[in-house]
């Protein structure tokens, strides 16, 4: 612009004045930028995605198996506490059957040593450790350890992170970590199918009884009152007595009961959306039921929907494990979190860490859905965008 | 075109009534009647509540009437299924009033406009359907750059052409426009009025054109009627009603208008109405305006006046009027 | 004297995904004792966030970047939380466009007048509260006040219930009273009433009131000052009538040319503007309304104008009333030559 043309007339340019200038995305684009970012919801789904490379891929890298017992070592702890031995670089660990093994100083087990005798009066008990050496172990008092060539308990122990079983072992002697990889994807397993099945039958269900309305929706909301009255675990048992397989039950029992949630929250969508002017708009246009019922009302649902389903899929887990714990879920030896914290409240006293490591997890698990679940709630309401 | 003088829309004693709980009714729209030549605009008015919607909403058959008869050019659409109207919503398309909420979140502009053409299986080929509704969309005033973006990134005046072209893709002949600048800027309003007058003379259409306020239905209404309590108490040509209105409500309503002049603002009191519409459900009786008229005599309060010609073509419903 | 309230150079922005909205860009005004001012302006002209940051009511990513906005001298911007609610209520008050979301559903009206009344004077005794709300609401015109303190929201219609608002508002005898929109949701009658009130009621208590609407015919009904806001700026500032009789910036003058007149020619078309409000994510560089005017030049494009003197009292943002601009079919040249302040 210079002087001359400065007070040159434009027309007013229709077109600059119906210009949009914000970026155009479309409607999943847009979703994902708002999931993404809200930290809380990407630290979810990263979550989500390690857990599903830990249950998946994770076992391909573990030596064990989830049945694999192994009785010599079992009860190891992640993090061993272990006296020096007699040969350079080597260590003994003490187990709770007061047993020796030969820990290396990164933390390898190596073996167990040999009994020899037990002296039960002065409370020693002599290992062999080669043909020519005794290590003895000491009892008489607590801390339980180890003497050295002159005799005297070594009162200094240090600490090695278990590299033979990184989270320790069961009192079986199976590989803890190993397990937890099966029991998450069992856990994992049952939370999508019955996700989906209830997504299914709940958004069908309740869809053609909030858009129907009337009678039909009267007689199909009862019929969801007396399932959700029965509780689960009868069903469960029920089934199991059938099936005689345990995941299988579990997930028919979940699909066969969570569903009746889903199809309140459709139904309740439906009913308020229904009498909205883009579906009278629709109506007017002559679109059929399908069209109105799945590309107006269901996708307007969206959102309450997925918050459901990401509220459900915790709450599955959470019966799976529930089951598993109360024994009538999966069979042994089959690995469930839920199993795993059955069988470690055995020793809880002993060994907390057998409890401790699955019941992490679970909380994992439900931490990163509800951090999921939320964000995708926010994310998916463009009505928040303003 | 074919010239006939069947009237475009007809409308016979349309009542309509809802179930509100314990036996109760809401007399929605009540005993009305009116008809629409080709080419017109019939403009209805009144405060919210009035049944104005309800009757366009009965009209275009998303509600079942309760009794009365809806004639679409000459053929009976009252008493038809669904099915059997799937051919008769060619002809008649509706506005809506919210331009917010009549566009569906999750579908873009280009959906939006084409799903007309999806339900009565118009175009064979994505090539064909995108043709018509860019050419619909440029008719309003949209580009195709506008036609992949979500409802959710325009304007209300914008939002309320994108309605404007679902509803005339199908080249209807009757469109019904349920209060369609009421949520809009004043600005815009002049805008989507002069858009709809544009559009009726190039496509010969013929419009129910509700509103609230008689002020805008003046620029596009041949015949004016005003409703009250879900019936028509007064309807003539437009024109007529502002120079000789004859019903008191309607006097009301007029004087209610803001004025655009402070002058002249500063100057009017008194007038207006006074009071709430009162409940449909249980409407009063004899003349259902009786309870806010200032001229509400003994007789108003018994017996319904007679619905009569006061002067050629203009109909009112009072008894201050004889003959 | 001191006006009641003084902003200047209010700016307000939202932060939102797609980038920063500058709702309010500078706003200057000020509103004096028993005046009443009405801001004009189409929805996203800041017109609303201008009331909300006077009140600091700003919700979500809002917030005032620059600027002051002083109430009776003092200065809300920056102000504690707990003494901005002394003053809310007190010194000004606020009625909104719903009044059904304004108000609890779960307690009588009454109550809810009273509260207000407790919130701000505690040493008046309950029975003292009961008679100055039946006062209140005889002062509103809400038939069988006495009777109607014990209802509940939802036994009223709409306009009852924005005189129940109205009520609120007055309990405390704020210096001033600002409406958003009152009367946006409500029917032309009910509408029509509701100005009366407002009306009468400033003519008997003489309170300074800001009223928000979109409708210059609101307008020419209650106020004696107008602002146009469009683009989070003001774009012309003036008395009633001379706003009326003497626009002097072409958005005045296509807001007057739109409004229906029911005295008016049928076949006389309304004079729309044409397009949409802008964007405020991406604001045009030079003048707001550049893009929808048919009188730009290309100055308009490109720099923001000035604020000129068309009259006592009456600013405009328009280079037509530039000494250097054209004279020739220039809708303003009777006004130009202002000075530019």
Not at chain 1, 304 to 310: C, F, G
Not at chain 1, 361 to 384: E, T, Y
Not at chain 2, 14 to 33: E, I, N, Q, Y
Not at chain 3, 275 to 293: A, T, V
């Amino acid at each position: 612009m210079n002087e001359q043309n400065r007070w040159e007339r434009v027309s007013g340019d229709a077109g600059e004045a119906e210009r949009i200038y914000r970026r155009s995305r479309t409607f999943l684009g847009d979703v994902w930028f708002r999931f993404t970012h809200k930290p809380t919801a990407l630290f979810g789904f990263i979550l989500v995605v390690l857990l599903l490379a830990f249950c998946l891929i994770g076992p391909v890298f573990t030596p064990y198996t989830y049945s694999e017992q192994n009785n010599k070592l079992a009860s190891i702890p992640p993090l061993l506490k272990v006296y020096p031995g007699p040969a350079e670089g080597s260590n003994l660990y003490i187990t709770q059957g007061l047993k020796l093994i030969e820990v290396d100083d990164e933390g390898h087990l190596i073996r167990q040593l040999k009994k020899k005798k037990d002296d039960s009066k002065a409370k020693q008990t002599s290992f062999t450790w080669d043909d020519d050496t005794l290590v003895y172990l000491d009892y008489s008092r607590l801390p339980n350890t180890v003497l050295d060539r002159d005799g005297n308990r070594i009162e200094t122990a240090k600490t090695v992170w278990n590299r033979t079983y990184l989270l320790g072992t069961d009192q079986l002697g199976r590989d803890i970590l190993t397990r937890l990889m099966y029991g998450t994807r069992i856990s994992l397993m049952v939370a999508f199918i019955a996700a989906l099945v209830n997504m299914i039958i709940g958004i069908t269900y309740g869809g053609i009884a909030g858009y129907l309305g009337g009678r039909t929706d009267s007689v199909m909301m009862r019929i969801v009152d007396i399932i959700s009255t029965i509780p689960l675990t009868l069903y469960v048992i029920l089934i199991k007595m059938c099936l005689d397989d345990g995941l299988l039950s579990i997930i028919i029992a979940l699909s066969s009961v969570y569903w009746v949630d889903m199809a309140r929250v459709v139904r309740g969508e439906v009913l308020s959306l229904k009498n909205q002017e883009f579906v009278l708009a629709a109506k007017t246009i002559g679109s059929s039921t399908k069209t109105i019922l799945f590309s107006h009302l269901i996708p307007n649902a969206m959102g309450p929907i997925l918050v459901t389903v990401t509220m459900l899929i915790p709450s599955a887990i959470f019966m799976e494990a529930f089951m598993s714990f109360i024994g009538i879920g999966i069979a042994p030896p089959m690995a469930s979190l839920g199993t795993m914290c059955n069988d470690a409240t055995e020793t809880l006293r002993t060994n907390p860490y057998q409890l401790f490591l699955p019941a992490l997890v679970i909380c994992i698990i439900m931490f990163a859905f509800n951090f999921v679940g939320d964000g995708l709630r926010d994310a998916l309401d463009p009505k928040l965008k303003k | 075109m074919k010239e006939n003088n069947t009237p475009m829309l007809q409308v016979q004693h349309l009542t309509k009534h809802f179930p509100a709980g314990s036996h109760k009714l809401v007399h929605a729209v009540d005993d009305v009647s009116f008809s629409i030549e080709r080419g017109k605009t019939l403009g209805l008015v009144g405060e919210s509540g009035c049944g104005k919607s309800s009757c366009a909403r009965t009209v275009i058959r998303i509600y079942e009437p309760t009794s009365g008869k809806i004639f679409l050019d000459g053929a009976d659409i009252s008493a038809l299924t669904q099915k059997q109207l799937l051919p008769f919503r060619r002809k008649m398309q509706m506005i809506f009033q919210d331009p917010y909420a009549s566009l569906n979140a999750r579908m873009t502009v280009h959906d939006i406009v084409a799903e007309p053409l999806r339900a009565h299986n118009i175009c064979a080929t994505r090539q064909e359907e995108h043709e018509m509704v860019r050419e619909m969309l440029e008719r309003v005033g949209l580009n195709q750059e506008h036609a992949n973006r979500y409802a959710h990134e325009f304007s209300g005046g914008q939002r309320q052409r994108v309605g404007i072209a679902r509803a005339l893709i199908l080249r209807p002949e009757l469109v019904i426009c349920d209060e369609p600048i009421s949520a809009l800027d004043v600005s815009i309003q002049a805008q989507v009025v002069n858009m709809l007058r544009h559009f009726q003379e190039e496509l010969n259409l013929t419009y129910l054109f509700i509103a609230h306020d008689l002020s805008m239905v003046r620029y596009v209404s041949d015949d004016v009627g005003v409703m009250y309590l879900g019936q028509l108490v007064e309807k003539c040509a437009a024109d007529e009603i502002y120079a000789h209105p004859l019903h008191p409500y309607t006097v009301g309503l007029l004087s209610s208008i803001p004025v655009p002049n402070p002058r002249l603002a500063k100057e009017k009191d008194g007038s207006g109405l006074e009071g709430d519409l009162p409940s449909p459900i249980d409407p009063p009786s004899g003349c259902r305006f009786h309870t806010r008229c200032p001229f509400a005599t003994e007789r108003c309060r018994e017996e319904a006046p007679a619905w009569q010609e006061a002067a050629p073509g203009h109909f009112v419903a009072c008894h201050r009027i004889n003959g | 004297m001191e006006p009641v309230l003084q902003v200047k150079d209010l700016k307000t922005s939202f932060l939102t995904s797609s980038g920063e909205v500058q709702a309010v860009r500078g706003v200057s005004f000020s509103v004096n004792k028993g005046e009443s001012v009405g801001i004009v302006g189409e929805s996203g002209s800041g017109k609303s966030v201008t009331s909300l940051s006077v009140m600091q009511l700003l919700t979500g990513t809002g917030k005032i970047v620059g600027g002051s906005v002083k109430l009776n001298g003092r200065e809300l911007v920056g102000i504690g939380t707990k003494e901005m609610r002394s003053i809310r209520g007190k010194e000004v008050a606020m009625i909104f466009q719903d009044p059904m979301t304004s108000l609890n559903p779960l307690l009588p009206v009454g109550e809810q007048v009273s509260e207000m009344l407790w919130a701000h004077e505690k040493d008046l005794s309950r029975a003292d509260r009961e008679a100055r709300v039946a006062e209140l609401f005889r002062m509103v015109r809400i038939p069988e006040a006495e009777k109607r303190l014990k209802s509940y929201p939802h036994e009223f219609s709409g306009g009852m219930r924005q005189r129940v608002m109205i009520a609120m508002a007055l309990a405390c005898k704020p210096d001033l009273l600002i409406a958003d929109e009152p009367t946006t949701a409500l029917d032309v009658s009910i509408q029509d009433q509701i100005l009366k009130l407002m009306r009468s009621i400033q003519r008997e208590i003489g309170m300074s009131i800001m009223f928000i609407t979109h409708d210059l015919g609101v307008v020419a009904e209650l106020c004696n000052r107008v602002i146009v806001m469009y683009g989070g700026l003001i774009m012309e500032q003036a008395d009633i009538l001379d706003l009326f009789e003497h626009p002097c910036h072409p958005y005045t003058m296509g807001l007057l040319a739109s409004i229906p007149d029911i005295n008016q020619d049928k076949q006389k078309r309304l004079q729309p503007i044409m397009g949409s409000p802008p964007d405020m994510i991406h604001p045009p560089k030079g003048c707001p309304f550049s893009p929808r005017c048919p009188y730009a030049c290309r100055v308009c494009l490109e720099e923001l104008p000035p604020i000129y003197t068309a009259g006592e009292g009456h600013v405009s943002r328009c280079w037509l009333l530039d000494a250097d601009a054209p004279a020739a079919d220039n809708p303003l040249s009777y006004a130009k030559g202002g000075k530019r302040g």
